[in-house]
């Protein structure tokens, strides 16, 4: 049984590793590496140039902490087909799923520990002694072992597995760390699933029901209601805008909106592919041509909304505006030029 676990971990690490290499490319690396020198020097500044009233130091420890406290899950390596292959080894399942949590505690609490250890300075700034913080570290990481023993639920307290819960829960996990790796590169092994946005229903109106028109508006429902095409895309947008807000330097602000637009970009070339699960849709008398024009038009649009709101936030908050005529020049060659050709390599 041990054996099985261990196999299991290994082959979706090595799965990981190869979708790694995609993430970790030369461009991303050298953006990373701008940013964590850009973040050294702000926190040097921040500590130099301490606030008389921290209240925003607060808040950004709060979040730090909230942060390393949720962050990481229990991996049990569990599968569909064990709730009848593995059901007569359930004591032996229990038994690894106890060693999970134990590995679980050690790699996150770890983490949580050294991330609270890189913010000391700022709470020495705010007064506390180095007692009472090794105190709150205490209560933080007697908090993460409750909290990852609480992941483990699905262990009912009579001692039996609820492997219905156990097999969703781990289901769940492995889905969030590939949906991860499909920012960047196509993953195999993704479900998707569909619900409905009542509040999001007024926007399908905007796309009359015409029929050479049909397209226009599957795609867009299935970017409404498909899978994590809508909530994926808030994400990154947020994330720009805030790139825009925080960053004071113009130059990097703008380079890191244009990242997360590629990101967007890449995220919603699967869009495409939404509908090739149904074969109705190939009886549709609607030409292949007026299909990848219409997938065309729906990102674009999607890029162009995007990018007026990017405008809008850096009229307000960059100093030197020629950035921001990089920013939309490089907007439009995402929204053309890529797109025309990620779209012929996904059509062929």
């Known amino acids: 049984m041990k054996g099985l676990f261990q196999k299991r971990r290994l082959a979706f690490t090595q799965r990981c590793l190869k979708y790694l290499r995609y993430v970790l490319n030369d461009h991303f690396v ?22 008389t009233t921290p209240w925003l130091v607060y808040l950004l420890l709060a979040i730090a902490t909230l942060l390393f406290f949720f962050s990481g899950r229990i991996a049990t ?15 032996e399942v229990l038994r690894n799923i106890q060693l999970a949590r134990l590995r679980a505690i050690w790699l996150w609490g770890f983490v949580q520990i050294l991330g609270q250890v890189l913010l000391l300075p700022l709470y020495l700034k705010l007064g506390w002694t180095l007692l009472l913080f ?9 908090g993460k072992y409750a909290w990852l023993a609480f992941q483990t639920r699905f262990i009912a307290q009579s001692g039996h597995l609820d492997w219905d819960k ?9 889905q969030s760390i590939l949906q991860f790796y499909s920012l960047f590169t196509p993953v195999k092994g993704l479900s ?27 795609f867009i429902r299935s970017f409404l209601r498909s899978g994590d095409f809508f909530w994926i895309s808030l994400r990154l947008v947020a994330l720009s805008v805030a790139s825009l807000l925080l960053v004071q330097e113009s130059w990097l602000a703008a380079g890191l909106a244009v990242l997360f637009d590629y990101l967007l970009l890449f995220q919603l070339l699967p869009l495409y592919h939404a509908y090739d699960y149904q074969y109705l849709t190939h009886l549709y ?13 729906v990102v674009q649009c999607i890029m162009y909304l995007v990018l007026v709101l990017q405008l809008l936030v850096g009229i307000l908050v960059l100093e030197d505006r ?27």
């Open 134 to 142: 090794l105190l709150y570290l205490l209560i933080l990481t007697v």
């Open 192 to 218: 998707s699933d569909v619900k409905r946005r009542n509040y999001l229903d007024p926007l399908l109106t905007l796309v009359k029901k015409w029929q050479n028109r049909t397209w226009d508006y599957l």
């Open 30 to 51: 050298l953006v990373l590496m701008v940013l964590l020198g850009f973040l050294a020097l702000q926190y040097r500044a921040l500590l130099e140039h301490f606030p």
């Open 166 to 174: 156990a097999v969703q829960y781990e289901m769940r996990r492995k």
């Open 285 to 297: 008398p609607v030409s292949q041509q007026e299909k990848v024009e219409s997938f065309k038009w």
């Open 77 to 91: 390596y569990l599968e569909s087909a064990d709730r009848i292959f593995l059901l007569p080894k359930e004591d």
């Open 322 to 348: 020629v950035y921001l005529v990089v920013l939309a020049g490089l907007g439009i060659i995402l929204a053309h030029l890529y797109l025309g050709l990620k779209s012929k390599k996904l059509i062929d």
